[in-house]
């Protein structure tokens, strides 16, 4: 009998084309180990006008205030729940990078889609933010079960391009959150840490709850080049040609100082951080998030 | 200073190899791959801060390996430190050598314990050893060997070999054929340097008569040098040059006179030296004699033999570092004394005034008792004819008038066995009765018919004519003692007819008008003399000129047959031919040489110019060769050639003089010492190369284990 593929394992997921299955296997794969379940009840009720947005049911949208305004108002029924979460992906250029067929995205992306369906199963509000150097895409909060698929699309679609400016997009997302929540967010930190400190700590400042899932590739961490290489920025126009044998140590050692820094600065904010190497797997970031609600 | 070379130079291609590091870190330069990577902030800090140092011990690294490669081909190409100034591109050409060994006799002397042909040997050796793979070489001996090398060869084993297997000579040699064949042998040779190095005692002797101008090969590219060895300078010898018997054949029981000439080739004189004089190594004699620097001294030794036949003589000098020509050996032959019958015609009461007191002074010059080599014995006709002639050798009728039938009977009986008949006329001799009794008669004994007397008038002496100036017993006459032969006065003789000579009858001696005064005839196996004039001084001066001793000691000699020697072959020197002659009875016999090493050699004769001859050239060694031909036998001495005895050193401008125009050099060679001069040894470098190149490979391996 043939072993049952780890869907956990990232390179294994990967070979699954659709980002819903993969997400819903991370799940299930989880789910069906633990034995408590980790789904609770809810209760619902309205919470607020928003413009129409290409994904809500048309059966939400306020006629009486598009007849007041001419313009289309979704009137939002907040389910009474326990948690209202932003999932913010980072899909700057250099979350395309990948070692060993996983690229950064594709990982935070099933990471967040993980998420997004568990989230969705409780009865959570769940929304999306893809960003780079400013947000490219935002999904509000919803807790319906088809949000997940517009949730799902939306990380399928985007394609990771562009600058990382994190702090400036956290301190916009800051802005922009009127209600506290949860806010993931799963990125390469790859910017000025000083920036992105701020930005957190603008998030904190507005009362939210914030994970920090620091995704690097394996490459990133252990440095493993050896021939003389040509290293071009994915986002900049800067290269260097090195003997990776002379800068390796010193390369790990300020990487080790940079997730080191970020650990530090979430620990003093109160920020739960975790760093991911893409070939951890998946399962981790879920056990944490649960472990999160769970406290 | 010294000056940096390469033994081959071809390998330093190979430093090109040096630039494999360089050319493989340029390479990996431009394939270096791309990455695009996001953190490329972290590896720019961090090449700002340790790639700089570690390019440096990278290019430390590459220098080392590129050092490496660089000493690696250097040492193949054998680098080495020339201490002369010279042509440093020459060194690694191939060279042409033929070494030419001076293997003659004088190469035997002793100096310092050891010989001029052991120094030559090693020298040769050292030279062989300094052969590089691809020099080629040849040994060529001054005295050719049985087998001469007939090409060059690289193979030092052969060489050496071929070094081993020659010995030195008892010969004399020239440098003019070994010169002539190592020119032919370098001629087929095209490495750019050519040599012919000569290897030799420096004597005079084998530079005699060489001029290269007149060898049919040479070239003038071609360097020439000559190690001398075994010193220079005076080097004392003393030898003997020759041994002179003052009669030959020795008569048995007659004291004779042995003479040898010792000759001293140094400057400086040698003090009572011992010569011993050997016969059948027996010492029979010796002196104490003081030898001249620069001169021949000699020494005479008086011996009496008491048995016929060959004896082997040898004169010994004390041995000195030549010890070869310390010795001479020479043969000594010993024949009974000659017994001869003087009949006397003409007796008289005076001995004085007898017919036979000038012939027996003659034939016995020798006061008192002492024997001679011919021993007379005077009788009266009368007293003759009871004699029995077969105890003499030889009849002498001195003015006879006549003889009874039976002792004419017993006189032809005598002549037809060999004996001789000597007939001197006088006033008894009538022509007619001895034409009658000795002529015309079945027991012929004159050579000739005999006609009227002649008187001659006038006293002045006349010139004969020696008609046979090659007889056995005129051949002693030469310059004062012809002249006494042939200017003496004759005043009267016996005519003898010239048309009624008998078969073999010859004239000796002559009158002016070709009237004979010696004749020579045959009778039986026997030899006839007739002198047409007086034993005496009654008809001529002869008796009273010097040259009648020896004519009349001479004749009776070979009348008796004695002249004709019973050796069958003459003592030689190194190298001549030693011609044996052999009796025709012996024609079919073959000659058996025994060596005085004890080999035997077997030879037939060859007719030639009428005489049975064989030619032996093997005599290479001196002493005592002894021959049998059939029944007969004989000895022969063999000595080594006088020339070889010479030490005196040819000069250096001498022989440069001998090479216009030709690269030449002498060097003078002592043992322990290089042959060549230090220039043509380079010190080889390679060796310190090679540590160098280890001890960079050990730091680099340390030095790139750490960058790893």
């Known amino acids: 009998m043939a072993d049952k593929p780890n869907y956990f394992d990232p390179v294994t997921l990967s070979k699954v084309s659709s980002l819903q299955l993969r997400a819903r296997y991370v799940v299930e794969g989880l789910i069906s180990g633990l034995h408590t379940s980790p789904y609770k009840g809810f209760s619902v009720e309205f919470s607020e006008h928003r413009q129409y947005a290409p994904g809500d049911e048309i059966r939400h949208i306020d006629w009486k205030a598009f007849g007041k305004f001419d313009r289309y108002f979704i009137k939002e029924y907040e389910e009474e729940t326990n948690l209202r979460c932003y999932l913010l992906v980072d899909a700057s250029a250099s979350m395309e990078y990948r070692s060993n067929g996983v690229s950064k995205f594709d990982y935070a992306a099933c990471l967040a889609a993980a998420l997004a369906y568990v989230m969705l199963n409780q009865q959570d509000l769940v929304g999306l933010v893809t960003f780079a150097d400013g947000i490219r895409q935002q999904l509000p909060p919803r807790s319906s079960p088809g949000h997940l698929r517009t949730v799902i699309e939306s990380l399928e679609q985007t394609v990771p391009r562009g600058d990382t400016n994190l702090g400036r997009t956290l301190h916009h997302i800051a802005s922009q959150l009127k209600r506290r929540g949860l806010v993931i967010v799963i990125s390469d930190l790859l910017d000025e840490p000083a920036d992105v400190v701020q930005g957190l700590r603008h998030l904190r400042y507005q009362k939210h709850e914030v994970l920090v899932f620091h995704v690097l590739d394996h490459d990133e961490i252990a440095f493993p080049f050896t021939q003389l290489t040509q290293f071009e920025d994915c986002e900049g126009e800067l290269r260097v040609i090195t003997d990776p044998r002379a800068i390796s140590a010193d390369y790990q050692q300020q990487i080790k100082e940079f997730v080191e820094g970020y650990k530090q600065m979430c620990q003093r904010q109160g920020i739960d951080y975790t760093l991911f190497d893409t070939r951890t797997p998946l399962d981790k970031g879920l056990l944490k998030y649960l472990a999160w609600r769970g406290a | ?708």
């Open chain 2, 1 to 708: 200073m010294g000056w940096f070379a390469f033994l081959n130079p071809a390998f330093l291609w190979g430093a090109l190899a040096a630039s494999i590091p360089i050319i493989i870190h340029l390479i990996n330069r431009r394939r270096a791959r791309v990455v695009r990577f996001p953190a490329v902030q972290f590896i720019l800090r961090s090449e700002r801060r340790v790639a700089r140092k570690y390019r440096v011990k990278q290019w430390l690294l590459l220098a080392l390996r590129t050092l490496i490669l660089f000493l690696l081909t250097t040492a193949l190409a054998e680098p080495v430190l020339q201490p002369n100034v010279g042509d440093l591109a020459e060194i690694n050409q191939a060279r042409a050598l033929v070494l030419v060994l001076d293997n003659s006799l004088s190469m035997t002397y002793h100096a310092g314990g050891t010989t001029a042909w052991e120094l030559a040997k090693e020298a040769a050796g050292l030279l062989v050893q300094e052969l590089r793979p691809q020099d080629q070489a040849a040994v060529l001996p001054l005295v050719p060997a049985e087998e001469q090398p007939g090409a060059l060869s690289g193979d030092r084993w052969r060489l050496s070999e071929d070094l081993a297997g020659l010995s030195s000579t008892y010969e004399s040699g020239s440098f003019v054929a070994p010169f002539q064949q190592a020119y032919t042998l370098l001629k087929t040779s095209d490495a750019p340097k050519k040599e012919i190095v000569v290897i030799t005692d420096r004597t005079r002797t084998p530079w005699v008569g060489f001029e290269p101008a007149a060898l049919l090969v040479i070239d003038p590219q071609v360097q020439v040098t000559v190690v001398a060895v075994g010193g220079s300078g005076a080097r004392a010898n003393t030898t003997i040059g020759a041994v002179r018997l003052d009669h030959s054949p020795v008569v048995a029981g007659v004291r004779t006179r042995i003479t040898a000439s010792l000759i001293n080739y140094s400057a400086t004189d040698r003090h009572q030296v011992p010569v011993r004089l050997l016969v059948e190594d027996r010492t029979l004699d010796q002196r104490l004699i003081d030898l001249p620097g620069g001169r021949t001294t000699e020494v005479s030794f008086d011996v009496s033999l008491d048995q016929p036949g060959s004896r082997a003589g040898a004169i010994r000098l004390a041995e000195d570092a030549f010890p070869v020509d310390d010795v001479f050996y020479f043969t000594l032959p010993v024949r009974k004394a000659l017994r001869v019958l003087v009949i006397d015609g003409d007796p008289r009461t005076t001995l004085v005034a007898s017919e036979t007191f000038y012939l027996l002074n003659a034939l016995n010059p020798v006061r008192g008792n002492r024997p001679g080599a011919i021993q007379p014995r005077v009788v009266p006709v009368e007293e003759a004819e009871e004699l029995r002639l077969g105890e003499f050798d030889v009849v002498l009728l001195a003015n006879v008038k006549s003889l009874s039938a039976s002792f004419r009977t017993r006189l032809l009986e005598f002549a037809n066995q060999g004996g001789g008949l000597w007939w001197f006329l006088g006033h008894h001799a009538d022509p007619d009765v001895y034409n009658r009794t000795f002529f015309d008669v079945s027991t012929r004994l004159l050579p000739a018919r005999l006609g009227p007397r002649l008187e001659r008038a006038g006293s002045h002496p006349v010139r004969l004519q020696v008609e046979e100036q090659r007889h056995p017993a005129l051949q002693s006459f030469s310059g004062q003692g012809y002249e006494a032969l042939v200017g003496v006065r004759v005043r009267r003789l016996l005519t003898a007819e010239l048309t009624a000579f008998p078969p073999g009858t010859r004239t000796l001696l002559s009158l002016p008008d070709g009237r004979p005064l010696l004749l020579e005839g045959r009778v039986g196996q026997g030899r006839v003399w007739m002198f047409t004039s007086t034993a005496d001084v009654d008809w001529n001066e002869l008796p009273v000129t010097t040259a009648y001793l020896p004519l009349v000691q001479a004749g009776v000699t070979y009348l008796a047959g004695s002249e004709r020697s019973d050796r069958l072959a003459a003592d030689v020197r190194i190298p001549q031919m030693m011609q044996i002659l052999v009796p025709e009875k012996r024609r079919e016999a073959p000659i058996t040489i025994v060596d005085p090493g004890g080999k035997e050699a077997r030879l037939f004769p060859q007719e030639l110019d009428g005489r049975l001859e064989a030619q032996y050239g093997e005599a290479k060694r001196p002493g005592f060769y002894r021959l049998r031909v059939g029944p007969e036998s004989g000895l022969v001495a063999v000595n080594p050639p006088l020339e070889e005895s010479d030490f005196t050193d040819v000069q250096v401008d001498e022989l440069r003089d001998k090479f216009p125009g030709i690269p030449f050099a002498l060097v003078q060679w002592e043992r322990g010492q290089p042959v060549r001069p230090p220039q043509v040894q380079p010190m080889s470098l390679a060796g310190w190369f090679l540590i160098g190149l280890l001890a960079l490979m050990l730091v680099e391996g340390v030095f790139a284990n750490r960058l790893r």
